[in-house]
């Protein structure tokens, strides 16, 4: 053996520099490597993942606006309904209210005209009642009275207030 002066043999170095290194490149391409790209290959798909999550986030965010701009139409359609119901209401209670007003006014009218019938029929009936009373108290003083004086004197004055009125 070839010793050197502080024991230090070359030849054992290289030899374990040489198994290092075999051992190095041995470790390197079986597990290194392999981890390496698994590493790699994960970081991918979570990288993928994170950018599918991301536009399918995007794609919700357009959905969400877009069920926004929808609901507010209809919402914006139900309140253009709800006016125009209630401007169909108004005008049908309008008309109900004229329809009401014009059957007050004939109820009105009738009223009138059944109370100028009413006055008519009772003045009717007081000429009548006056004729008669007058032609009783007519009889009445030609039977008790013979003179026909009295008789025409009634006569003309009954035949002067006829004329008056």
Avoid at 50 to 58: C, N, R, V
Avoid at 60 to 84: H, N, P, S, V, W
Avoid at 124 to 131: G, L, M, P, Q, Y
Wanted: with cysteine.
């Amino acid at each position: 053996m070839n010793n050197i002066p502080l024991n230090i043999d070359f030849q054992q170095i290289f030899l374990h520099l040489l198994n290092f290194t075999i051992l190095t490149a041995g470790l390197y391409f079986l597990l290194y490597k392999p981890v390496k790209d698994f590493m790699d290959k994960r970081i991918a798909y979570y990288r993928d993942m994170d950018q599918a999550a991301e536009t399918k986030l995007s794609e919700a965010e357009e959905y969400r606006d877009d069920c926004r701009k929808k609901q507010q139409g209809i919402e914006e359609k139900l309140m253009e309904q709800e006016e125009e119901a209630a401007r169909k209401r108004l005008q049908a209670d309008e008309a109900e209210l004229q329809k009401a007003r014009e059957q007050a006014d004939k109820i009105i009218q009738d009223a009138r005209a059944e109370a100028e019938r009413e006055h008519e029929k009772i003045l009717e009936n007081a000429r009548k009642e006056a004729a008669d009373m007058v032609t009783v108290a007519v009889e009445k003083l030609l039977l008790e009275s013979a003179d026909s004086e009295v008789f025409d004197q009634f006569l003309s004055s009954a035949e002067g207030s006829v004329g008056d009125e």
